[in-house]
Nanobody, 122 residues
């Protein structure tokens, strides 16, 4: 499955953005999808993940209560609604798909999108 992330941009602290991750494959429903991010000079870190049917989500503590992940399998798309953004949320955000259960481990995701830049100014 091929993934394409979009929706990034520049926003002031406290603002909101919604990222999208669109899949070109017809079997999107078979994949667990995760969002990860990587800030300059830092390792890639887990942000959120969602189960195949969208019934289960799991978030990193740093974004819990501010970010919401959802999916629309009819549109082969997942979303990451980001509210109350902080400067420390600045990073390139990647979506990834895997065949396993929801996980915060990047190694369990086989397919990665190209990333979208999110910049939060103070």
């Amino acid at each position: 499955v091929q993934l394409q992330a979009s929706g990034g941009g520049l926003v002031q602290a406290g603002g909101s953005l919604r990222l999208s991750c669109a899949s070109s494959g017809q079997t999107f429903i078979r994949y667990t999808v995760g969002w990860f991010r990587q800030a300059p000079g830092k390792e890639r870190e887990f942000v959120a993940t969602i189960s195949r049917d969208g019934g289960s989500t799991y978030y990193a503590d740093s974004v819990k209560g501010r970010f919401t992940m959802s999916r629309d399998n009819a549109k082969n798309t997942v979303y990451l609604q980001m509210n109350s953004l902080r400067p420390e949320d600045t990073a390139v955000y990647y979506c990834a798909a895997g065949r396993g259960l929801t996980s915060d481990r990047s190694s369990l995701y086989d397919n990665w999108g190209q990333g979208t830049q999110v910049t939060v100014s103070s």
